[in-house]
């Protein structure tokens, strides 16, 4: 029999709706190297790189009547130019254009006739640079068995990585009488399984909730607090099936400069950053901001387990992402006292999961942001809406200059997908030097959202003004 799903992966197919698709993104940006980078060579880069990602050659495939979870199974009909697709901006095509784009193209649901990933090729940026933007529906990347395609795409220096070739051959698909008698030699074996998947199937959305926070290792950072409905913020809205994308470059430096100074960590800054930012954009719009205020992120961060964190990626992820609810101090108009109240919380949850360190996680997976974004995405659907006012991830990466087919990426940006209510994403990832963050939004809900973006330089010259 083919590999099953397992109850968090298929649960991610089940929640899915128009309003809230399932999937990730990362949109990188490239300098063109003089040997040219172009669709071509895209597409063969990612197809030597296929054998080291099977699930993105495999699609699912149902059982009749929903009599247990779906199978993943290879694609006969795989064809890499379907999914590696090619799109242009008018030169010189400004990032403001860029980011518009993403967002419709982040908008679209992806085929689940078909492996349920998409890359674009973005040609026509200023200054001689390419974008890529990879789609990766959270089904697929459990951080264990399959980790994102952007992962495996990016070399250490210019010259790419030698890959043996491998002839693949799709394994024939199964027939549907197979799909159901696989389906009762389980049901017989494990009873319960046979209710449980029927209960998944039908929408019952607290066992799939359920499911999630097991299949995830969610743990709820303060018992009360995740019982309690997050305060009321603009940032809960009813979602559109419409995004908007903005985005915003800092320097890796200036974190490090308030940490030194303020004994604290770099995510402390970060979050102490956010909370700037979002406090100065409720006061753009007029909302009522008072010393009380505060908007309650859930923070997935990559911990230690009982034993130390392995040297490769396989069995290292999955189990690892721990997510937080913090909230962040909106009211407080001094930057000092945020970072102080960020630190204070944030020691309080570490105390007794212990994060990974910026540095093991480069180990750990060489360029592992994309991976860990997913991982996190999936982390906040477990979570409900009511509980939580937005979603902040942050993923260290190496600081170190990464290629892809001779090419240089200078910036990369997540795009985190919304949950159910969330009018706002936030990831965010250090590399080579900077701290790149991606803004996914709701069209409707939050058309200003360039202007968040454009406040988080304010609220980091705030902290960094406060180092002698």
């Known amino acids: 029999m083919p590999p099953r799903l397992s109850a968090l992966d298929a649960s991610f197919l089940y929640l899915e709706a128009p309003t809230t698709p399932m999937h990730v993104g990362t949109v990188s940006i490239f300098r063109r190297p003089r040997s040219g980078f172009d669709y071509d060579r895209l597409v063969e880069l990612i197809e030597q790189r296929l054998a080291r990602v099977p699930r993105y050659r495999q699609k699912v495939r149902h059982v009749p009547?929903?009599?247990?979870?779906?199978?993943?199974?290879?694609?006969?009909?795989?064809?890499?130019?379907?999914?590696?697709?090619?799109?242009?901006?008018?030169?010189?095509?400004?990032?403001?254009?860029?980011?518009?784009?993403?967002?419709?193209?982040?908008?679209?649901?992806?085929?689940?006739?078909?492996?349920?990933?998409?890359?674009?090729?973005?040609?026509?940026?200023?200054?001689?640079?390419?974008?890529?933007?990879?789609?990766?529906?959270?089904?697929?990347?459990?951080?264990?068995?399959?980790?994102?395609?952007?992962?495996?795409?990016?070399?250490?220096?210019?010259?790419?990585?030698?890959?043996?070739?491998?002839?693949?051959?799709?394994?024939?698909?199964?027939s549907d009488t197979k799909l159901v008698l696989g389906a009762l030699v389980e049901a017989v074996q494990r009873p319960g399984e046979l209710v449980d998947t029927a209960r998944t199937a039908a929408g019952d959305a607290i066992a799939t909730v359920g499911k999630l926070a097991d299949g995830v290792g969610q743990v709820f950072s303060v018992a009360w607090k995740a019982s309690r409905r997050a305060p009321g913020s603009p940032l809960n809205a009813t979602v559109s099936t419409q995004r908007r994308f903005a985005v915003a470059r800092t320097q890796l430096e200036c974190y490090r400069r308030v940490r030194a100074a303020h004994g604290c960590t770099v995510n402390d800054v970060v979050l102490s950053v956010v909370a700037g930012a979002l406090r100065n954009w409720l006061l753009s719009r007029g909302e009522a901001v008072t010393g009380s205020s505060a908007v309650r992120a859930m923070v997935p961060l990559s911990v230690r387990g009982e034993a130390d964190v392995p040297s490769s990626?396989?069995?290292?992820?999955?189990?690892?992402?721990?997510?937080?609810?913090?909230?962040?101090?909106?009211?407080?108009?001094?930057?000092?006292?945020?970072?102080?109240?960020?630190?204070?919380?944030?020691?309080?949850?570490?105390?007794?999961?212990?994060?990974?360190?910026?540095?093991?996680?480069?180990?750990?997976?060489?360029?592992?942001?994309?991976?860990?974004?997913?991982?996190?995405?999936?982390?906040?659907?477990?979570?409900?809406?009511?509980?939580?006012?937005?979603?902040?991830?942050?993923?260290?990466?190496?600081?170190?200059?990464?290629?892809?087919?001779?090419?240089?990426?200078?910036?990369?940006?997540?795009?985190?997908?919304?949950?159910?209510?969330?009018?706002?994403?936030?990831?965010?990832?250090?590399?080579?030097?900077?701290?790149?963050?991606?803004?996914?939004?709701?069209?409707?809900?939050?058309?200003?959202?360039?202007?968040?973006?454009?406040?988080?330089?304010?609220?980091?010259?705030?902290?960094?003004?406060?180092?002698?």
């Open 65 to 174: 009547g929903n009599l247990a979870r779906p199978v993943w199974v290879d694609d006969p009909d795989f064809d890499v130019a379907y999914h590696v697709r090619r799109s242009a901006l008018p030169k010189p095509g400004t990032d403001a254009q860029l980011n518009e784009l993403v967002a419709r193209l982040m908008s679209r649901p992806l085929d689940h006739a078909r492996p349920l990933w998409e890359m674009y090729l973005v040609d026509g940026l200023a200054r001689d640079r390419t974008a890529v933007l990879a789609k990766t529906h959270q089904a697929m990347v459990d951080g264990v068995s399959a980790i994102d395609i952007g992962q495996v795409i990016l070399d250490v220096s210019p010259d790419p990585r030698p890959v043996p070739d491998e002839l693949w051959m799709p394994r024939p698909e199964p």
């Open 313 to 468: 990626v396989s069995g290292s992820l999955g189990n690892r992402v721990v997510s937080f609810l913090i909230d962040l101090p909106v009211g407080e108009p001094s930057p000092v006292v945020r970072l102080h109240h960020v630190t204070h919380a944030m020691r309080e949850h570490t105390a007794s999961h212990p994060s990974v360190g910026a540095g093991t996680l480069v180990r750990i997976g060489g360029f592992a942001p994309p991976t860990l974004h997913a991982l996190g995405a999936r982390a906040a659907s477990g979570m409900s809406s009511r509980i939580f006012n937005v979603m902040v991830t942050n993923v260290p990466g190496p600081q170190f200059p990464l290629y892809a087919a001779g090419a240089r990426m200078l910036e990369m940006f997540p795009v985190v997908p919304l949950a159910k209510g969330q009018a706002l994403a936030i990831g965010l990832t250090s590399y080579d030097g900077g701290v790149y963050y991606g803004f996914n939004a709701d069209r409707d809900a939050m058309p200003d959202v360039d202007v968040l973006a454009g406040l988080v330089d304010e609220s980091l010259d705030e902290l960094v003004g406060t180092v002698s």
